[in-house]
């Protein structure tokens, strides 16, 4: 656990290794902190989620899609893309399965009709890093866009709800890919973009040195909590009390559920495919199911 703190007597200040999943999950619930990144072996996981298939089979599709030569950059090729990496994980059944593949196929298609194929990205999947006085910070960017002379953070979403400007404003994640595309690829960089594919819709938020700043704060102060509470459980608090948990509705999706008394009590457990629009079960009442 000592690999956590920010400072060790007698030493140079040690950076604290951050990503914006490990930021958000002490800062969501310090119990799931430890057991995804400190416990080890870490605690059994519950099962994946159908809502993650489908994201990870989309983002997967338009890498693909994007890495394929020019001539092949085309909506069916997108679609079979798509096919290729389809997985049945957490969906109800092989009906519901098939039911999002053709609706994630339709999303591809109508978001690469609004896509011109000969703007080549500068990144995909692009890891990138920037440090602070405290952090290293490092995260990995679905598309980096050349607009004009600029660099634009394009982040690609397929939830239930649209993205909108304050989402874009507020989302760490975003800030530290900003922040890493400017030391990694040392070109200008603000732009952050949301691209919502069920909706066909873009957030966007222009980042000034002011946010920026602002964002890095938090994440130092986030860091600092976790170095309190590592130092605590060295100092022999118990892990515990050390890394409460924060109970609430996201016990019944969380992925450490099936470890935590305090989450099982808290909530009820949520289906695997739960968090699917809720236009699909509609479907499913129609069918009779």
């Not at 909590?225 to 130092?231: E, F, G, M, N, V």
């Amino acid at each position: 656990m000592g690999g956590e703190q920010l400072e060790m007597p007698g030493m140079p200040r040690r950076l604290f290794p951050a990503t914006p999943s490990k930021l958000a999950t002490f800062a969501d619930c310090p119990r799931r902190y430890r057991y995804a990144y400190v416990d080890r072996p870490t605690p059994p996981k519950g099962p994946p989620w159908a809502h993650n298939t489908v994201g990870s089979a989309v983002h997967a599709a338009l890498r693909s899609w994007w890495d394929a030569p020019r001539d092949r950059r085309t909506a069916a090729a997108a679609r079979q893309l798509l096919y290729g990496v389809w997985s049945d994980t957490g969906f109800r059944d092989a009906g519901q399965s098939a039911r999002w593949r053709a609706r994630a196929a339709g999303w591809l298609t109508d978001y690469l009709a609004t896509v011109d194929p000969d703007d080549e990205p500068v990144g995909l999947e692009r890891q990138v890093a920037a440090t602070t006085p405290v952090l290293a910070l490092s995260g990995r960017v679905d598309r980096i866009d050349q607009r004009g002379d600029e660099l634009v953070v394009v982040d690609y979403k397929t939830g239930r709800v649209p993205s909108t400007e304050d989402e874009a404003r507020g989302s760490p994640a975003l800030a530290f890919y900003v922040l890493g595309v400017q030391r990694t690829l040392r070109r200008p960089c603000r732009r952050v973009e949301l691209h919502h594919l069920p909706s066909g819709t873009v957030a966007a938020f222009e980042h000034t040195e002011r946010s920026l700043a602002n964002h890095v704060r938090r994440a130092e102060d986030v860091a600092a909590d976790i170095a309190t509470a590592t130092q605590r459980v060295e100092d022999g608090v118990h892990p515990d009390e050390a890394f409460p948990t924060v109970t609430g509705r996201q016990c019944g999706w969380c992925d450490f559920r099936p470890s935590c008394p305090a989450g099982q009590a808290a909530t009820p457990a949520r289906e695997t495919w739960s968090f699917l629009p809720a236009d699909d079960d509609a479907d499913d009442d129609a069918a009779g199911r």
